[in-house]
């Protein structure tokens, strides 16, 4: 009972996250990318999304560890340990991700965890993005690629196809 009841209050809470965020939606121009926010479930580089948007866009990455920290580890990556006691990331943990206002907001992870979705939610991104979720989080949702490289092609034709027929 108490998990279940923990997973209804995760989300009621990224329900919560989604309504209550005032961020403004501004559709990008793949020229005019600067910043871009990724949030990933496994170690991650960041080399392809520099070639992908070129060396302007500056790259921050939020990893989800579904493990416990050890105590010597030093990392921006949160943890299991980083969790309250409903499941969630602690607010201290991810508050510089999430208030960045980044140009694009990309959810790598290949599962859905409620930590990264509540994360996304949060975020004051001006425009998210992921694959495989039916969430109302994401502003595009690219289905059919679980290749990282594949969805970053299919992100950058499908803003080019919106921006040349805007």
């Given at each position: 009972m108490g998990n279940g009841f923990k997973n209804n209050f995760r989300r009621k809470a990224i329900k919560k996250a989604?309504?209550?965020?005032r961020r403004v939606v501004i559709f990008p121009d793949l020229a005019s990318v600067k910043s871009i926010g990724i949030v990933i479930s496994e170690?991650?580089?960041?080399?392809?999304i520099a070639k992908a948007f070129?060396?302007?866009?500056?790259?921050?990455?939020?990893?989800?560890?579904?493990?416990?920290?050890?105590?010597?580890?030093v990392s921006?990556?949160?943890?299991?340990n980083d969790m309250d006691f409903w499941g969630l990331p602690a607010p201290a943990k991810i508050s510089g991700f999430i208030e960045r206002p980044f140009d694009l907001l990309i959810n790598f992870s290949t599962e859905n965890v409620d930590a990264i979705e509540y994360i996304c939610a949060k975020s004051m991104a001006k425009f998210k993005i992921a694959s495989k979720t039916d969430s109302n989080i994401?502003?595009?949702?690219?289905?059919?690629?679980?290749?990282r490289l594949s969805l970053i092609e299919?992100?950058?034709?499908?803003?080019?196809?919106?921006n040349t027929n805007s």
């Open positions: 989604i309504h209550n965020n170690s991650f580089s960041t080399e392809f070129g060396p302007r866009a500056n790259v921050h990455v939020l990893e989800f560890v579904a493990r416990k920290r050890q105590k010597d580890e921006s990556s949160v943890f299991l994401y502003d595009l949702v690219i289905f059919g690629t679980t290749d299919e992100i950058k034709k499908t803003l080019k196809n919106f």
